[in-house]
């Protein structure tokens, strides 16, 4: 069962990784349909991941919650950005966003990416695979890029409520 669950997991982060990397290269309504699809995907792939730690027996409470938070953190940032991208589409779509938009929205998925990346290393670890718990290294490294992603997240926010232009 746990082979079946983490090939659905890898196929799932895998794919939402790869339509995250052509997302960077699209315009239009085909980033935001590119978008919606990866993030959604993502966001599937690290509620399983997360729930394969939760799950975890073997380690303590206080081991768990270190591995679970930036899990959760990357979640809070793909919600965050989902949100944002459905809700401004039509601004997104008509490209009347301010101009450094397009720059901080490619950032963010590049950091999104280094990110997933950093997760295969770490679950590929000795300590993943016996424990299901990403080492320590890993868990501050990926906390360190969340806050940096959650801050980009806020600013082009800002950007897409406050600052919109006529294209």
Not at 51 to 79: G, H, N, R
Request: net charge positive; proline share 1%; aromatic share 12%.
């Amino acid at each position: 069962m746990y082979d079946f669950l983490s090939i659905v997991m890898n196929a799932f982060g895998i794919i939402g990784l790869i339509i995250s990397v052509i997302s960077i290269f699209l315009i239009g309504s085909q980033v935001i349909t590119a978008t919606v699809i990866s993030y959604t995907l993502l966001i599937i792939f690290l509620v399983l991941l997360s729930t394969q730690i939760i799950l975890q027996k073997k380690a303590q409470l206080s081991q768990i919650l270190k591995s679970s938070v930036s899990v959760f953190m990357i979640i809070l940032f793909l919600v965050s950005s989902l949100y944002l991208t459905i809700t401004y589409q039509d601004r997104i779509i008509k490209n009347n966003v301010y101009s450094g938009y397009r720059l901080i929205n490619t950032m963010s998925t590049l950091l999104l990416i280094i990110e997933i990346f950093i997760f295969y290393g770490a679950m590929q670890t000795n300590e993943f695979k016996t424990n299901h718990l990403i080492p320590n290294m890993y868990s501050i490294c990926l906390i360190l890029l969340s806050l940096i992603n959650i801050v980009s997240i806020t600013c082009l926010g800002i950007m897409l409520k406050y600052f919109y232009t006529d294209g």
